[in-house]
């Protein structure tokens, strides 16, 4: 997974290389326009030499400003320690000390991406035309070396946040900054050469060095999705017996290779769609074997890479009308289990048979939508394989140059247009959402959500990426609950300053309340309280999709074994010596479940109506939503909520007072 977010960046980088290098440095796209404005047209009155070189240290800024936006967040969310650890040797890794920090490994990572950035921008331009061979063998070398080092380290445990201590003051630290540095170093060199070492004389059309560089990255991306492949293979053939039926990986374990192949088609997308935005912003793109149209004086060459990404986008449509039909007769199916199956909503609501109209009916189809989400794996599955049938027949036409690409010239041009189109449009209404935010209360707390989601894991392999605001929430918790139950010295919840004494803190147990996202968080904080502190300690979670989605999609971190010892913690403050894979006893945990909710679920056996609830003590325990089918006041019925207003429903409070008093009486 390293590999594959190096290659990623690599293939971030490329992107631009081809844009601000290829299009608009060596091609002079803006001369290509006819009239280009004054803000533009200085550098296209330069020789060829002069913008590669401007062009290149764009690049280079580029990368910087993701190097300096990753070690700002770093600064905020990795260096926050906790002064409080459950310590010893875990087989969960959330209990592991050191995984809710992870600067030094971010720091190490990030060098070495930075560094083989800088590196393969540098190559891309090296490799232009150019009357100093010596000049060229010389930054081809040095990139090389720079490259094959950064990728080399990539693969250490020396980057791995699983065997890697913290260790500050190991000469390691150097070494890492010595291949970013190495990288810039390269960059600048080859910059600077450019001013008179790139062939003025050479034709500025097609730089084979330019648009080859995409096809090798892909071409590596796809070696890495092939031994991931064969890595989840010969894992699932060890462990597919040790799954329990109701926490089976998504897709039986192949849910990784997909979502790293729609990581690298999406990459593929957002460089596509910017090369040819730009290049149909000076001229008409055109791939070196996949002409729109025939070349022209306005004409500007892109990979085809760029062509297969945007036409392949067009395979998705067939495959989303099948999805659909697919969701639309499941959702049918499960109407009809609730409404006449074993599964009755009369079953939970008794009064059902005097409700007015189709209250029923309502609560049904609110079943049955919510349960579509244990369908969503398959469902990505066909969009995300369609996907990359659509950009490997385009790829596979590039590469054998057939005769019939250039009759289907306008067609490809129509092909194209749609693909970009739909990228920019995509582009326009993510922007628009996160604009309306800032009125929007409603839609600000679901881009929320989606973010919150999107960056609650550590950045284990991809330093670049936003940061994991888990890293910041989960210490400062931890302190807070040690500071609450009096199981630190000090009984004070923020230092004193020169005015005010600091406020006391009155030990006292406490109750750990996550919804949705939080109920992740919340078992991420139990498990790295001390033993101590957590005899002090319930938990009560709503909403949680601990079984249902990340005990599916990441079972190492989220198992049913690991849902066991968590309960077992929360019985005996300290790791059991041995875990029963099937005990479910009392402890200071109810998790409360909607049969509404689209999100969360049950952890360990779906639950009673309430009504019908023979152990008070499960731990999981449900709610009726609507909490009738009467109508009240006035004749409405009450609303369906769904995955939302969790903390006005009765039975939360009713939960948590029991949680209380169990906390009181022990």
């Known amino acids: 997974m390293r590999l594959l977010a190096l290659a990623a960046t690599a293939q971030l980088v490329n992107g631009a290389v081809i844009v601000l290098v290829s299009t608009i440095g060596w091609q002079n796209a803006a001369m290509r326009s006819g009239s280009p404005g004054w803000w533009i047209g200085w550098y296209t009155r330069l020789d060829v030499g002069s913008r590669v070189a401007l062009a290149l240290a764009v690049v280079g800024g580029i990368v910087g400003s993701l190097w300096l936006a990753s070690v700002r967040t770093a600064h905020r969310y990795e260096k926050r320690e906790m002064s409080a650890s459950a310590g010893g040797n875990h087989d969960w890794k959330l209990r592991k000390p050191g995984f809710w920090h992870g600067a030094i490994i971010v720091t190490r990572q990030r060098n070495l991406h930075v560094g083989a950035a800088l590196a393969?921008?540098?190559?891309?331009?090296?490799?232009?035309?150019?009357?100093?061979?010596?000049?060229?063998?010389?930054?081809?070398?040095?990139?090389?070396?720079?490259?094959?080092?950064?990728?080399?380290?990539?693969?250490?445990?020396?980057?791995?946040r699983e065997h890697q201590l913290d260790d500050r003051d190991g000469d390691s630290r150097y070494r890492f900054r010595a291949v970013a540095g190495a990288g810039a170093l390269v960059l600048a060199a080859t910059a600077v050469g450019c001013f008179w070492m790139v062939d003025r004389t050479s034709q500025s059309s097609v730089a084979p060095a330019l648009v080859n560089g995409t096809r090798v990255v892909l071409a590596?991306?796809?070696?890495?999705?092939?031994?991931?492949?064969?890595?989840?293979?010969?894992?699932?053939?060890?462990?597919?017996?040790?799954?329990?039926?109701?926490?089976?990986?998504?897709?039986?374990?192949?849910?990784?290779?997909?979502?790293?192949?729609?990581?690298?088609?999406?990459?593929?997308?957002?460089?596509?769609?910017?090369?040819?935005?730009?290049?149909?912003?000076?001229?008409?793109?055109?791939?070196?074997?996949?002409?729109?149209?025939?070349?022209?004086?306005?004409?500007?060459?892109?990979?085809?890479?760029?062509?297969?990404?945007?036409?392949g986008t067009v395979a998705t449509l067939p495959a989303l009308l099948i999805a659909g039909v697919v969701l639309w007769r499941t959702y049918g199916r499960k109407v009809h289990q609730f409404t006449e199956g074993d599964d009755q909503v009369r079953a939970w609501y008794p009064e059902s048979k005097q409700a007015p109209g189709d209250a029923a009916g309502q609560v049904a189809r609110a079943w049955a939508i919510a349960s579509l989400t244990d369908s969503v794996d398959a469902l990505v599955a066909i969009a995300g394989l369609a996907w990359t049938v659509g950009v490997t027949a385009v790829e596979a036409a590039a590469l054998l140059a057939l005769p019939q690409v250039a009759v289907l010239a306008s067609v490809i041009d129509v092909l194209v247009t749609f693909g970009v189109g739909v990228s920019a449009v995509t582009a326009i209404v993510l922007v628009g959402m996160l604009r309306s935010t800032y009125a929007n209360s409603g839609r600000r707390r679901a881009v929320g959500a989606l973010w919150d989601v999107a960056t609650f894991w550590p950045r284990a392999t991809h330093p670049l990426a936003p940061p994991c605001y888990a890293e910041q929430a989960v210490p400062e918790i931890v302190d807070r609950v040690v500071l609450l139950t009096g199981e630190r010295s000090d009984h004070h919840s923020q230092p004193a300053t020169e005015l005010w004494p600091p406020p006391a803190v009155n030990p006292s147990p406490v109750l750990i309340t996550g919804y949705s996202q939080g109920s992740l968080i919340a078992p991420a904080v139990v498990a790295q309280l001390p033993p101590r502190t957590i005899d002090k300690v319930a938990l009560l979670t709503l909403a949680c999709p601990f079984r249902r989605l990340y005990g599916r999609a990441f079972p190492d971190y989220f198992s049913h074994e690991y849902a066991v010892e968590l309960?077992?913690?929360?019985?005996?403050?300290?790791?059991?010596?041995?875990?029963?894979k099937q005990a479910t006893r009392l402890g200071r945990w109810r998790?409360?479940?909607?049969?509404?909710?689209?999100?969360?679920?049950?952890?360990?056996?779906?639950p009673n109506a309430p009504g019908q609830q023979l152990n008070r003590d499960a731990i999981d325990v449900a709610c009726l939503d609507p909490p009738s089918l009467c109508p009240g006041p006035?004749?409405?019925?009450?609303?369906?909520?769904?995955?939302?207003?969790?903390?006005?429903?009765?039975?939360?409070?009713?939960?948590?007072?029991?949680?209380?008093?169990q906390l009181k009486n022990s």
């Open 120 to 160: 393969f921008a540098a190559l891309s331009v090296a490799l232009l035309p150019t009357q100093h061979a010596v000049w060229r063998v010389v930054e081809v070398s040095a990139a090389m070396i720079v490259l094959v080092v950064a990728f080399g380290a990539t693969t250490t445990s020396a980057v791995d």
């Open 567 to 580: 309960n077992e913690l929360l019985m005996n403050g300290s790791a059991p010596e041995f875990v029963d």
């Open 591 to 606: 998790n409360v479940v909607r049969h509404t909710d689209y999100i969360g679920s049950w952890i360990f056996s779906p």
């Open 220 to 311: 590596i991306q796809s070696i890495l999705l092939i031994g991931l492949v064969i890595m989840v293979w010969v894992l699932r053939r060890s462990d597919e017996s040790q799954r329990a039926s109701d926490w089976r990986p998504f897709l039986g374990g192949w849910l990784t290779p997909l979502v790293s192949l729609i990581a690298v088609l999406l990459g593929g997308l957002l460089s596509a769609a910017t090369n040819l935005a730009v290049a149909r912003l000076f001229g008409q793109p055109s791939g070196v074997h996949l002409p729109a149209e025939r070349p022209t004086p306005s004409t500007l060459f892109v990979p085809d890479e760029a062509f297969a990404f945007a036409i």
């Open 634 to 661: 006035g004749g409405a019925l009450a609303p369906i909520h769904y995955h939302s207003d969790w903390w006005q429903d009765p039975l939360t409070h009713v939960h948590a007072g029991r949680l209380i008093e």
